[in-house]
């Protein structure tokens, strides 16, 4: 593992640690070509002077990754929007990393404002609450 990364990964919280060094070690084992460095204050691997892996490796900077978009793209949907507090309840009865558990708690709050702000339907906003208070219930 590059030196860089290696000193990124150190000064994660210990659990995101194991989750970055096994990124790395994963990804430098399948692309034995790649060049890896820390551009943009993130590891970044490269192959012929392009970034092909690249992004936090936190647990925080994997559900950015995995929730934003969707959220983004959900507004004035209840049935995505209600999934997405549904994936949220289900990652934090798993997870019991208090700082994880906050990281979901700001996604929950994200998805529930933009519940607010673009349901019609009342009952739709209503079972979206129910949700949010089990989330926040098991924080």
């Not at 970044?44 to 978009?69: D, K, R, Y």
């Not at 349901?119 to 739709?124: A, I, S």
Request: glycine letters at 2%; one cysteine or more; a negative charge.
């Amino acid at each position: 593992m590059q030196s860089e990364i290696k000193k990124y990964n150190e000064s994660q919280e210990p659990v995101d640690e194991a989750i970055c060094d096994f990124l790395a070690r994963t990804i430098d084992e399948v692309l034995v070509d790649a060049e890896s460095k820390i551009w943009h204050a993130h590891p970044v691997w490269f192959l012929n002077v392009n970034p092909i892996v690249a992004g936090s490796v936190t647990f925080s900077g994997m559900l950015n990754a995995s929730f934003n978009q969707i959220r983004q793209y959900s507004e004035g949907s209840p049935s995505v929007v209600i999934r997405l507090m549904e994936a949220l309840i289900t990652i934090n009865q798993i997870v019991i990393n208090t700082s994880h558990k906050k990281a979901l708690g700001k996604h929950a709050k994200m998805v529930f404002n933009t519940a607010q702000r673009t349901f019609k339907e009342e009952q739709d906003l209503k079972d979206l609450e129910v949700r949010y208070q089990k989330l926040n219930d098991n924080s």
